[in-house]
């Protein structure tokens, strides 16, 4: 590690802050990555400002360089270079910390699964809420959403895709609900992930808590899911540290 930096208590949190935010001079940065990637504490602070990004909206987030998204895989685990941007990282009251980190960068993607065979797939009410919802129009996706289960669509699909659609919406109360429903149908292909994004509607709800005992129950097998998870839950352990 460059005699430029040190690695206490104080400079820990704006080594990370400075890095994820991308202002650290190139050998500065350098140095950083070098050290910490077999320093514990420093990690924790990385994943947590990364962490903190990750929640913003997308058009203020700026994509790391192609270098240090190789560099920021920490034991295998989840890749925190998703949360590198050019902005100050939110420090303010824990409680507010905890539901930034329950903010959702990216949706959970829809990849055209078909719900159940159809002599007229575009006349899916399903695949027609899902129009709003690839452009980002959630509540009147999840208002598609709604009607297709009224009307006895495929309900895992269609449920999962709802709870994701009121949780991009802001409305975590409701997506709380809605991601239960999915998890009440056992093992389903939404599991995992119903379990993480619900942990952010708790999030944002203020209940820790809760959002904790939802991550706790993912599983390695889980896969990018679980990892996910364990990083949201390093950064719901550091938040409440403060």
């Excluded at 690695?7 to 802050?17: P, T, V």
């Excluded at 987030?61 to 192609?66: E, G, K, L």
């Excluded at 709604?146 to 269609?158: I, K, N, Q, T, Y």
């Excluded at 709870?163 to 389903?188: I, K, M, P, W, Y």
Aim: glycine share 6%.
């Amino acid at each position: 590690m460059s005699t430029s930096l040190t690695c206490d208590e104080s400079s820990r949190r704006s080594n990370a802050e400075r890095y994820v935010a991308r202002r650290m001079a190139t050998q500065e940065a350098e140095a950083f990555e070098d050290h910490f990637v077999t320093c514990a504490d420093c990690q924790r602070e990385v994943r947590f400002a990364s962490a903190i990004i990750a929640g913003l909206p997308r058009a203020n987030v700026a994509r790391p360089s192609a270098k240090a998204a190789r560099r920021l895989w920490i034991g295998g685990g989840l890749a925190i270079a998703a949360g590198l941007a050019t902005l100050m990282i939110l420090r303010s009251e824990p409680r507010s910390e905890l539901v930034a980190l329950g903010g959702v960068r990216e949706p959970p993607t829809y990849l055209g699964i078909p719900v159940r065979s159809a002599d007229a797939p575009q006349d899916s009410l399903f695949e027609a809420a899902m129009g709003p919802y690839g452009r980002r129009r959630y509540a009147a996706a999840a208002a598609g959403l709604r009607a297709a289960l009224a009307a006895g669509e495929d309900s895992m699909p269609a449920q999962f895709f709802l709870a994701a659609s009121l949780l991009l919406d802001n409305r975590a109360t409701e997506a709380v609900d809605e991601f239960q429903r999915v998890l009440s149908h056992g093992e389903t292909p939404y599991r995992a992930e119903a379990r993480y994004y619900r942990a952010k509607a708790l999030l944002r709800l203020g209940r820790r808590a809760d959002a904790q005992a939802e991550l706790a129950r993912l599983t390695s097998v889980d896969g990018v899911v679980y990892d996910m998870g364990r990083a949201l839950a390093d950064s719901i352990v550091h938040v409440n540290k403060r």
